[in-house]
């Protein structure tokens, strides 16, 4: 990959990216240090989650012996900490701000304060179980944790220079090594994680048993199905470290084959994310192709059977996990914002292996769609599970939906999600491009500035854009002298047309695995993209079940969704017509800087002429009505109290 940099100047993600300097970091130190008290939400009806204050920096006091008392939360809270400092590392990088800088150093300490001789750190064992370190790895999280606080630790190294991070990173890394690598016991984790972040680890510090150790967890997940069986067996305490994890199918984790032998989506949505992210992190670096090919297929299956059209992935509660083939319900699905998120880290890590448009498309439908879903317009409220269906009082009372929250919390029991969006927001400029040897590719089009090192000589981009409000894109790109480079413009999925000019001339370049690529000739190049940035009816193919006779609609990247605030009580009486004749209108208000579009439609309410709840057919009294349905960006629901959404809407 080449070295670069990417400066957002854009308008819709400045607003995004100021909001996760000036609310979301600080609201979220304030929750992980006790300072404020919120209403903590369990993630669902299960009283062992957690709902008391969070406790994560307590956790760490604990450990260090700077204060007594019992660890409190989940056991892989402390990783909610390392995503905190990653998120600050980089909004650092962004911008400098000295108080934030002091106080994450100071979490640096803290962290380091918290870990043992050896390297080991895991709050939770040290505090409670430090018989059984390393014994449950199934439920413990530890080298989960642990690869949380390695990302973090090149992040915060990168943006501020701080070398104690690292050391800690590095000491942890190697515990691990002695442990459970190559030479040590059998053993990974039940949530990967550990290989992302060894991954991170070996870019930044060159060593390459970062990277051994990435690949080795890599290749001996799945070789022994009953490892974790087995270890909970020779546990002499049986107690398990997590409760309800017992009766988890193999498929959850991830281990009913070896990771190479699997071609389809299972288990824990997050989870498997990670694991492909991994796969073709190591797949990149060792250019290993019976891991790429093994990440092509599952990607397949992804894309082609399992996401939802807002790039949510999981599709029930029970596990956080995929289900089946077209299995795509609207309001018990799960779609967890960090399962979307690793849906983007996952799609990066492919374009890095080999360019292809569809991982920009998928790349940017999460993003758009359920990952900016997951927080309010405040950014200090946040989904953790984001439908496309809700009725709240179903929410309320029906216990199978106790996870579909019609609001975002303040905080939840379980608090993976928050941080995790805010790291991501923040670093949104690393997935604007993927520059390699002489080529660079455009994933997402977005108002910045940049610079890359390319095998040919320096490289300077900038882009202007007022998408997703608008679809044109002018791109100013200055080479050197006689310097190859070939530019690829995604052409998105959902442009159906487009108008592209190079230099003043049209160009009738016809894409090529999704991208329209310039070998450019001159040293100063302009190219103006122009894409129909328009309503569209979306349809989903017959096998999906819950989707038949509906439409959604779509303008660019953004999926949209009627709510009851606009449309009324009942969304489901209301259908869309097949000829919508749709309007839009800008408009910055309560909504942030959107476009809104009417459509027209109709309200429909039958009931027997008898009374009661069924009737014959030609005894059905129906009272219908012309309405005009106004839609808004999926991201955006839920910012104006409780009420129904729907995405998909009947067709006439
Ligand atoms: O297990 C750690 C995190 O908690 C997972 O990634 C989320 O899905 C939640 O279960
Ligand atoms: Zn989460």
New binding site residues.
């Given amino acids: 990959m080449a070295e670069g940099n990417t400066k957002i100047t854009d308008r819709f993600w400045t607003r995004y990216r100021e909001l996760v300097r000036s609310e979301m970091i600080p609201y979220q130190w304030k929750v992980l240090n006790d300072e404020i008290d919120v209403r903590i939400e369990r ?1 669902r009806d299960d009283a062992h989650i957690p709902n008391k204050k969070s406790h994560a920096l307590e956790n760490f006091r604990i450990a260090a012996g700077k204060h007594s008392g019992h660890h409190y939360g ?1 056991v ?1 809270q402390d ?1 909610d900490v390392y995503k905190w400092l990653e998120a600050a590392a980089y909004s650092l990088s962004e911008k400098m701000d000295e108080n934030l800088k002091k106080l994450a150093d100071s979490v640096v300490d803290l962290i380091g304060d918290a870990q043992e001789e050896d390297g080991y750190l895991s709050t939770y064992f040290t505090i409670e179980e430090p018989d059984r370190k390393f014994r449950r790895l199934r439920e413990s ?1 530890e080298l ?1 944790c642990a690869g949380h606080l390695m990302e973090a630790a090149v992040a915060y190294n990168r943006a501020t220079g701080n070398r104690k991070v690292v050391e800690i990173a590095e000491k942890l890394a190697d515990c691990i090594w002695r442990e459970l690598g190559p030479e040590g016991r059998y053993g990974f984790d039940g ?1 990967e ?1 550990v290989e992302i972040g060894l991954m991170k680890l070996y870019q930044l510090t060159g060593k390459e048993r970062y990277r051994e150790l990435s690949r080795h967890f890599l290749m001996i997940r799945g070789e022994d199905p009953d490892f974790f069986e087995k270890e909970r067996q020779n546990d002499p305490d049986r107690k398990p470290v997590i409760h309800g994890m017992d009766p988890l199918p193999l498929r959850y984790y991830q281990i009913h084959k070896k990771v190479v032998d699997q071609d389809t989506a299972e288990g ?4 498997l994310v ?1 694991l492909c992210t991994a796969m073709a992190d190591v797949a990149a670096a060792c250019g290993d192709e019976i891991m790429l090919a093994a990440c092509r297929k599952i990607w397949r299956n992804i894309v082609d059977r399992r996401m939802y059209i807002t790039g949510g992935i999981g599709s029930t509660v029970h596990g ?1 996990a995929f289900t089946f083939d077209y299995d795509l319900p609207n309001d018990t699905m799960y779609c ?1 914002t ?2 979307s998120v690793g849906l983007v880290f996952f799609a990066k890590a492919m374009m890095e292996n080999e360019a292809d448009g569809e991982y920009g498309d998928v790349m940017e439908r999460a993003l758009y769609n359920t990952v900016l879903s997951g927080t309010a317009l405040d950014g200090k409220h946040f989904f953790y599970v984001n439908p496309l269906e809700v009725n709240p009082v179903s929410s309320a009372l029906d216990p199978g939906k106790s996870h579909v929250k019609a609001v975002r919390p303040e905080w939840l029991g ?1 608090a ?2 928050p941080p995790n969006l805010a790291r991501l927001l923040a670093s949104v400029d690393q997935y604007v491009y993927t520059a390699r040897e002489d080529c660079c590719f455009v994933n997402l089009y977005m108002s910045s500035e940049s610079c890359f090192s390319m095998k040919s000589g320096e490289i300077r981009i900038r882009q202007e854009t007022g998408y997703p409000v608008s679809g044109k894109i002018r791109l100013q790109l200055e080479k050197e002298a006689g310097q190859k480079l070939r530019l690829g413009l995604r052409i998105p999925s959902w442009a159906r047309t487009f108008a592209l000019t190079v230099n003043g001339e049209a160009c009738r370049a016809v894409p090529e695995k999704g991208f329209v690529l310039l070998d450019l000739q001159e040293e100063k190049n302009e190219i103006l993209l122009d894409l129909p940035m328009k309503p569209e009816l979306w349809r989903a193919r017959a096998d999906l079940r819950s989707d038949i006779g509906k439409a959604a609609v779509g303008r660019g990247p953004l999926v949209y969704c009627l709510e009851e605030a606009d449309n009324g009580k009942d969304l489901h009486m209301l259908s869309i017509k097949r000829d919508p004749d749709f309007a839009e209108q800008e408009e910055d208000g309560e909504l942030g800087h959107i476009v809104a579009i009417t459509a027209a439609g109709i309200r429909r309410k039958t009931a027997p002429v008898r009374g009661g709840l069924y009737g014959f057919d030609d005894e059905m009294r129906e009272e219908k009505e012309e309405q005009r349905l106004r839609f808004i960006p999926y991201y955006t629901w839920a910012n104006r109290g409780s009420n129904e959404m729907s995405v998909w809407v009947r067709t006439e």
Wanted: net charge negative; hydrophobic share 25%; with cysteine.
């Fill in positions: 993630e989940w892989f990783s999280h989960y949530h994680e824990h949505a997050v989870r990670y956080e967890e960090c399962a379980c993976c999600c």
